[in-house]
């Protein structure tokens, strides 16, 4: 028989990390699974928001969590009242969810039809879901079933980066082109030539405020050079959340950040995490005139003796990425409601203005105009961050 309990606070289900971990380490999920992950994203991006970690159990054993929140969003003339994933927005990741497979049509069904019943929700929200995720094709079966009671509908969008590592980094450079080879050794042989190169790996926690300090600094340098903020100046929040992510998670051997020195000097930098056999690469650095493959190489180098079998590269579409290796996978949002006339009008505007918001903010201003005027440049609406996957 499989039971359900609701946790409204971390605090409340801190006594579940060994287990919750134990979980999504036991099924193949990702990092961002984890409590550490989920508790700290909740501490900085919670408010005005109700949590509720949903999780199942089968015969006293835990089969599954799934971390919720609740939220009132605003949108111009109107508001809908939502329930979504815990790391739906705020960052450049995706969501994460802790099933066994065995279970995730079970769970799916018995979480749809609670919030369905217990909640006057307008929609449900579950995404953006990485295309390695089994929880999606649960989700939209789940949902499938249930038509006479509510509407659903799924997006899929091919804009998410996936390499796949073999078991040796000799087997992984036999895939890549003779030209991206070529390209790897001529820029190894470009940083020989100018001084001592020496590449550093730090996964100790006592090595990371260092080590972090000098990424950041590098990547704001880079990017600032483009007229863009950077990625800890663009998002909310950003240098604090990863300030801390990266102390927590390195606490359990978690973390890996990589320099590459000439004579000392921090040209280029990977940041990445490790859960299981996967890993996620959530950003990289480096100096004008550098080029970056080699302080990849050596990143995917690192983490093939370390057993890594697949390197999540996040969302977006990059001719680089492709060229290392990496292949296009689907990021799925799947979306829900009650039919009642009133609530499905209600979403149906408010997807109509985060859609408007995201062409005129984000795709217009943000990313073209304001690239020209970086006197005028700010970080990331709010509105914009919590609405935009309204309109996938």
């Not at 809908?80 to 815990?86: A, E, K, P």
């Not at 590592?165 to 470009?190: A, C, Q």
Request: glycine residues 6%.
């Amino acid at each position: 028989m499989c039971c359900h309990t609701v946790y409204r606070s971390f605090r409340q289900a801190r006594h579940l990390q060994e287990a919750w971990d134990d979980l999504a380490r036991r099924v193949g999920a990702d990092i961002f699974s984890t409590f550490d992950w989920c508790e700290i994203w909740w501490r900085y991006y919670g408010a005005d928001r109700e949590l509720e970690i949903q999780t199942f159990w089968q015969d006293g054993r835990l089969i599954g969590i799934v971390p919720l929140f609740y939220e009132r969003l605003a949108l111009g003339p109107v508001t809908v009242r939502t329930v979504r994933l815990l790391g739906a927005d705020h960052s450049t990741t995706s969501c994460g969810v802790a099933v066994a497979p065995a279970s995730v049509a079970r769970i799916m069904n018995m979480l749809t039809k609670k919030l369905l019943s217990e909640r006057r929700l307008d929609l449900m929200l579950f995404g953006p879901l990485p295309g390695y995720s089994r929880l999606g094709e649960a989700l939209v079966a789940a949902l499938d079933s249930m038509r006479d009671r509510m509407w659903s509908e799924s997006v899929s969008r091919a804009n998410h980066m996936v390499f796949s590592l073999p078991s040796t980094f000799d087997s992984y450079g036999k895939k890549l082109s003779k030209k991206e080879r070529s390209n790897i050794r001529r820029d190894r042989r470009d940083l020989e030539h100018a001084g001592i190169v020496r590449h550093h790996v730090f996964t100790r926690q006592s090595d990371m405020p260092a080590a972090l300090d000098a990424f950041i600094s590098l990547h704001q340098t880079q990017w600032r050079s483009k007229g863009s903020l950077g990625h800890f100046r663009d998002w909310p929040a950003a240098e604090g959340f990863h300030r801390e992510m990266v102390n927590r998670q390195s606490q359990r051997g978690r973390v890996c950040l990589t320099q590459l020195c000439v004579n000392r000097r921090v040209v280029a930098g990977q940041y990445c995490y490790r859960f299981g056999a996967r890993a996620h690469w959530i950003l990289s650095a480096r100096r004008n005139g550098v080029g970056g493959r080699t302080a990849f190489d050596e990143m995917i180098r690192f983490l093939i003796s370390g057993g890594v079998r697949q390197l999540d590269a996040s969302a977006g579409l990059y001719d680089y990425k492709q060229r290392l290796g990496a292949e296009i996978v689907p990021t799925l949002w799947v979306l829900a409601g009650p039919h009642a006339w009133t609530r499905s009008q209600r979403v149906r505007l408010a997807r109509s203005v985060a859609w408007l918001v995201d062409r005129a903010y984000y795709r217009f201003w943000y990313s073209r105009l304001a690239r020209r005027m970086p006197c005028v440049r700010r970080p990331l609406w709010e509105s914009w961050i919590r609405s935009h996957s309204l309109a996938p």
